[in-house]
């Protein structure tokens, strides 16, 4: 009868009722124990849609100083998009013991590095994708300022894990190592060259990273973060895009349109690799610090069209991670079966 059992255990797990809605969580714990002291939480938001047996893209989405997931996912109206495209949303946050701002802390060093912080939120993201029926192949990206700058870290340093990525009124990667050269460089653009940043990071990066397709997006008006920091954003990622292409090919464009649809203007520009768009970038006329298309009810939004967040999952939803190479599966197998010959 035992044995029975146990061989529908895994049966039935797969047949069990998967949690949905809005789900909290926090940080693993022998993540906090080590080098994320402080205690952080998550929200998840996974649609009633999904099932155990699916395999359904995750999109992480890092909020902005002075709010917090629940706040940023009611700004954004994220969730009713995953609603309608049957996808998960992520949403960690930030505690007021790392930041009293709840601002992400992407210009500490260990953080621009891959360490801190970054390291702390990719490992939230493969315990979720274990945890939950998420497609690894299609791993999404997306941030608000602070959540912006945090995005161009994670594209850079764990560009094997993101199949794209979004940045709303960001700074470009290493775009400060302090909070007062943070500050400064939110004030005016940051003072290091994004084509020399560039070609530091595709010197240090291993073979296992690889450039993130991105979109990035500003408002013309935005005083808190000044627009010249995505047209460095826009810069840094060309320039690492034909670095570590082989053989180097650069990005050929900009293709500019001026779209007047609903709500503002905006100029979109893209740029192509063998017909396909991997960088756009959006400027909004006359937006704020803000996320365009949102709920005005929550600071840092604006209700005003264009959507962001359709825009966002337009964008990104394009994209899939390559496969993994079988060799290394293999060779897993092979020491395995050695060994157990050898015993």
Known sequence: MRATLSRLAPWRRLHAPLPAGWLAGRFPHALRARTFRQQRDYFLYVPTTVTRRDRVPLLVMLHGCSQDARTFAEGTRMNEVADQHHFIVLYPQQSLQANPLRCWNWFEPRTREGAGEAAAIVTLVRDIARRYPVDRSRVYLAGISAGGAMTAVLAFCYGAIFAACAMVAGVMYRGADSALAAAQTMRAGARLSPETTAHEAARRVSRKLRFVPALVMHGSRDTVVHPRNAE????????????????????????????????????????????????????????????????????????????????????????????????????????????????
């Open 232 to 343: 460095q954003i826009v810069s840094q990622f060309r320039k690492f895009a034909e670095l570590v292409s082989t053989p180097p090919e650069p990005l050929a464009g900009p293709v500019e349109r001026c779209i007047n649809g609903e709500g503002r203007k905006y100029w979109q520009r893209d740029y192509v690799r063998s017909d396909q768009v991997l960088l756009r970038s959006i400027s909004v006329d006359g937006l704020g610090h803000a996320w365009s298309g949102g709920d005005e009810r929550h600071r840092f939004n604006d209700a005003a069209h264009p959507d962001a967040s359709r825009l966002i999952w337009d964008f990104v939803s394009k994209f899939r991670r390559p496969a993994p190479p079988r060799w290394p599966l293999i060779r897993f197998w092979f020491r395995y079966l050695r060994r157990y010959l050898r015993s």
